[in-house]
């Protein structure tokens, strides 16, 4: 699955198939950037330069478009890696990545990185994974906008979001992300007045439990079954 | 929650694991015309989770999926 955080750094794919010491060496390399809720990892159209592992805190990325509008992509959780198209070359960064609360990421600058890669072809290998699950994310994602009415789609963004980041409590499964109403509306490319009518009609039938910033998923299956129904 | 160490698939057992250690157990849902195999909620819900979003009775389902378990070696867990 595209984006599934893991606990352990040593499970990310980047690392698939390296040794535990040829892990150790890599993280060796790597320098720990902390900044705080607000304030950029990098911005887009930055020349990609490094590549980051997210440890601590939530990160937002972010587009914006050509008038103006920013669109939310995607939050990051830890351990998620972000700003992958450094591994490949001459790339700027298409989104921007703001810390939501206070952050802690390894990164590893393009020198290093690229002495890795040569070192360690494997990571170039699991790189091109990464990138590639990445982009399959965004074509299901886009085909869903194409052809999926909006109530599917926010269903689906949902239990997305439950299956990357959710807790199970004896109440249901807990989406906990500084995501608004307004945020998830850009996700899944509709309205902020759809977006509410939509989880006010689910939490009338007592599908979700729709706080702020935080979605408790009372009933999965009925969202299923909203996911899954045929267009 | 995974299967008993008697091999014993149970009302506990929590749907993505099932599936991972004893894949012939699949087709059994599929039978059913269940949407559990690679659903997104299926690392947080149960066996009795999905008989009881689809109606099923427990210990018929429980049957099938024992018997379709049982009768492959479960598969490693990586």
């Known amino acids: 699955m595209p984006f599934q955080p893991v606990s352990r750094l040593e499970d990310l794919t980047l690392f698939n198939k390296l040794t535990e010491e040829e892990i150790r060496q890599i993280l060796k390399t790597a320098r720990q950037q902390h900044i705080q809720a607000g304030e950029f990892y990098f911005m887009q159209d930055d020349p990609a330069e490094a590549f980051y592992v997210l440890t601590k805190g939530k990160v937002r990325l972010t587009q914006f478009t050509a008038d103006g509008q920013q669109i939310l992509l995607r939050i990051i959780v830890p351990v998620t890696p972000f700003g992958a198209v450094a591994l490949a070359d001459?790339?700027?960064?298409?989104?921007?990545?703001?810390?939501?609360?206070?952050c802690t990421a390894l990164v590893w600058g393009k020198t290093v990185l690229s002495q890795l890669l040569g070192r360690f072809p494997q990571m170039a290998v699991?790189?091109?994974?990464?990138?590639?699950?990445?982009?399959?994310?965004?074509?299901q994602r886009f085909t869903e906008i194409a052809t999926q009415r909006v109530e599917r789609r926010l269903a689906r963004m949902i239990l997305r979001?439950?299956?990357?980041?959710?807790?199970?409590?004896?109440?249901?499964?807990?989406?906990?992300?500084?995501?608004?109403?307004?945020?998830?509306?850009?996700?899944?490319?509709?309205?902020?007045?759809?977006?509410?009518?939509?989880?006010?009609?689910?939490?009338?039938?007592?599908?979700?439990?729709?706080?702020?910033?935080?979605?408790l998923i009372l009933h999965p299956h009925g969202l299923v079954k909203i996911a899954e129904e045929e267009t | 929650m995974m299967t008993h160490p008697s091999g014993l698939i149970l009302p506990e057992s929590r749907l993505s694991d099932l599936m991972r250690e004893h894949p012939h157990t699949i087709p059994v849902f599929l039978r059913h015309h269940m949407v559990c195999v690679g659903c997104w909620?299926?690392?947080?819900?149960?066996?009795?989770?999905?008989?009881?979003?689809?109606?099923?009775?427990?210990?018929?389902?429980?049957?099938?999926?024992?018997?379709?378990?049982?009768s492959i070696p479960p598969q490693g867990t990586d």
Do not use: C
């Not at chain 1, 979001?161 to 998830?184: I, Y």
């Not at chain 1, 309205?191 to 599908?207: A, D, K, M, P």
């Not at chain 2, 909620?41 to 979003?53: P, Y």
């Open chain 1, 161 to 215: 979001l439950a299956h990357q980041t959710g807790v199970k409590t004896p109440r249901g499964v807990e989406v906990n992300l500084p995501l608004s109403r307004q945020d998830l509306a850009e996700m899944v490319g509709t309205t902020l007045y759809t977006v509410s009518r939509t989880l006010s009609q689910w939490e009338s039938q007592g599908l979700i439990q729709a706080g702020r910033e935080r979605i």
């Open chain 1, 90 to 102: 001459h790339e700027t960064y298409p989104v921007s990545a703001q810390a939501v609360e206070a």
């Open chain 1, 126 to 139: 699991n790189a091109v994974k990464i990138m590639a699950e990445h982009v399959q994310e965004f074509q």
């Open chain 2, 41 to 70: 909620m299926s690392k947080f819900d149960t066996v009795a989770d999905a008989v009881w979003n689809y109606g099923l009775d427990m210990e018929t389902f429980l049957r099938e999926l024992n018997q379709s378990a049982q």
